[in-house]
């Protein structure tokens, strides 16, 4: 179906403020309010929802208006075509980076638990890396036991209750191929493939799109190779924490205490608090590189969605001035996002009787600024007192039910604001 947009009211028989008219050679968006770009994806959902999946957009679009089209016009239970408006190949490029990078993290994301395992996500985003730049990308991957030797405790014990092993990625774009080329930033992802919550079990209903737990890997992954088709030209680590939390005699439990590579120790108090646990171990393996820069992307917590309600994705970090950049980063790559508070003594509150901290409060979402207390033992991990350390808390990268603007399951929210960090940040 060919598509136009229209700065016009469309004729009365389509109803007072109808968004979409018809026409004998296709349909019409009428942009006569003040958010035009949620217009057009609002019309793409609809157009969508009634069974059109192959579009060709006629007549002027821009750049984020052919974009909003293309955030509308999904749906996870089957491919959709789009064809671009004529435009300039800058712009040409673009959307087709952002689609192709967009695309990836929607099939991970979306991915049934058995069909994506920790490995297999692991394995998935090394080689959609490796083949955007094949000679300019290296990666290892530890996993099972080994990561217990390499004393990577988070990720082994979250992951330990599964048959499926934990994994850690760490891949290297490294495009000058100078092996002492410093490392100008690190990226690092939650790849909870699936969380049952473990002991601390959750309820069918919490359980049911826990398959989108590796959200912030997927994110991550899509950020990296998006920069790295705008033309990024600095070293990147990207490291992945992958892991199923399941229940088993050989699960890690309440009341166990971790000690950390850097000595901290971690008491137990809900083992459906899990994502910081593993993240605690690629931060320090993003610090170990001497990266300047580290950003994570990870679903953390429930109390940041009931904080911004799903529609924004919360902004953490130390470095207020890192903070307020990557505001104007995601507003001008029209992704919602909102800073929450993070100061100093978030590190202190979860306390814990017998360790240096507990990984939460043993009370439902952890309890009163749940999502800052979450950021607050993370910044245990960092290096340099959280100076250019950027905690994203990807509260709006997934719709448990679709809405008038968004399919059910994955988007991309966050992945541009990442790539855009990149880029900016490492000139």
């Keep these: 179906m060919n598509i136009w947009l229209s700065r016009e009211f469309a004729a009365a028989e389509w109803g007072e403020g109808a ?5 004998v050679d296709g349909a019409q968006i009428h942009l006569v309010s003040a958010t035009p770009l949620s217009d057009i994806q609002q019309a793409a959902r609809r157009l969508c929802s009634q069974g059109i999946y192959r ?18 016009l999904q749906t996870p239970k089957r491919a959709v075509e789009l064809q ?37 996500l692991a394995v998935e985003a090394a080689a959609f890396i490796t ?6 990308v290296s990666h290892r991957i530890l996993k099972g036991e080994a990561l217990a030797q390499a004393g990577w405790v988070g990720l082994y014990q979250v992951g330990r209750g599964s048959d499926r092993e934990p994994v850690m990625l760490e891949l290297d774009f490294n495009p000058s191929k100078d ?10 992802g939650k790849g909870i493939t699936f969380d049952s919550g473990g002991y601390s079990m959750k309820t069918s209903q919490g359980m049911l799109t826990m398959k ?21 030209n600095k070293r990147i680590k990207l490291i992945l924490c992958c892991a199923e939390n399941l229940v088993s005699g050989h699960a890690y439990k309440l009341g166990d205490i971790l000690t950390y590579k850097n000595g901290t120790t971690v008491e137990i108090v809900n083992t459906d608090a899990e994502g910081r646990l593993v993240l605690a171990d690629g931060l320090q393996l993003a610090a170990e590189s001497g990266a300047p820069l580290i950003i994570d992307g990870a679903t953390l917590t429930g109390a940041a969605v009931m904080a911004l309600g799903g529609r924004y994705n919360a902004l953490f970090g130390l470095d207020k001035g890192l903070v307020n950049r990557a ?32 990984n939460s409060r043993p009370v439902p979402g952890g309890g009163p600024g749940g999502a800052s207390n979450a950021a607050g033992f993370l910044s245990r991990f960092v290096a340099n007192e959280g100076q250019g350390w950027l905690h994203v808390d990807l509260a709006a990268c997934f719709n448990e039910n679709g809405d008038g603007l968004w399919a059910p399951g994955a988007n991309t929210l966050g992945m541009r604001t990442m790539a855009r960090a990149l880029l900016e940040e490492t000139r």
């Design 19 to 23: 968004l979409i008219s018809h026409r």
């Design 55 to 72: 579009v060709s957009l006629a007549g002027h679009w821009d750049r984020e208006q052919q974009w909003a089209f293309a955030q509308g």
């Design 84 to 120: 671009w408006a004529t435009c300039s190949e800058e712009d040409r490029a673009e959307l087709e980076a952002r689609w192709l990078c967009g695309r990836w993290v929607r099939e991970m994301t979306n991915a049934t638990p058995e069909q994506l395992g920790p490995l297999d």
């Design 131 to 136: 083949e955007l730049a094949p000679d300019r």
């Design 179 to 188: 092996p002492k080329a410093p490392v100008a930033a690190a990226l690092v």
């Design 212 to 232: 989108h737990d590796m959200g912030g890997a997927a994110i991550v992954t899509g950020a990296l190779a998006l920069a790295m088709l705008r033309g990024l």
């Design 327 to 358: 505001m104007v980063y995601a507003e001008s790559e029209q992704e919602p996002a909102w800073p929450l508070p993070l100061e100093p003594w978030h590190s202190q509150q979860c306390p814990s009787h017998y360790a240096d901290t507990a």
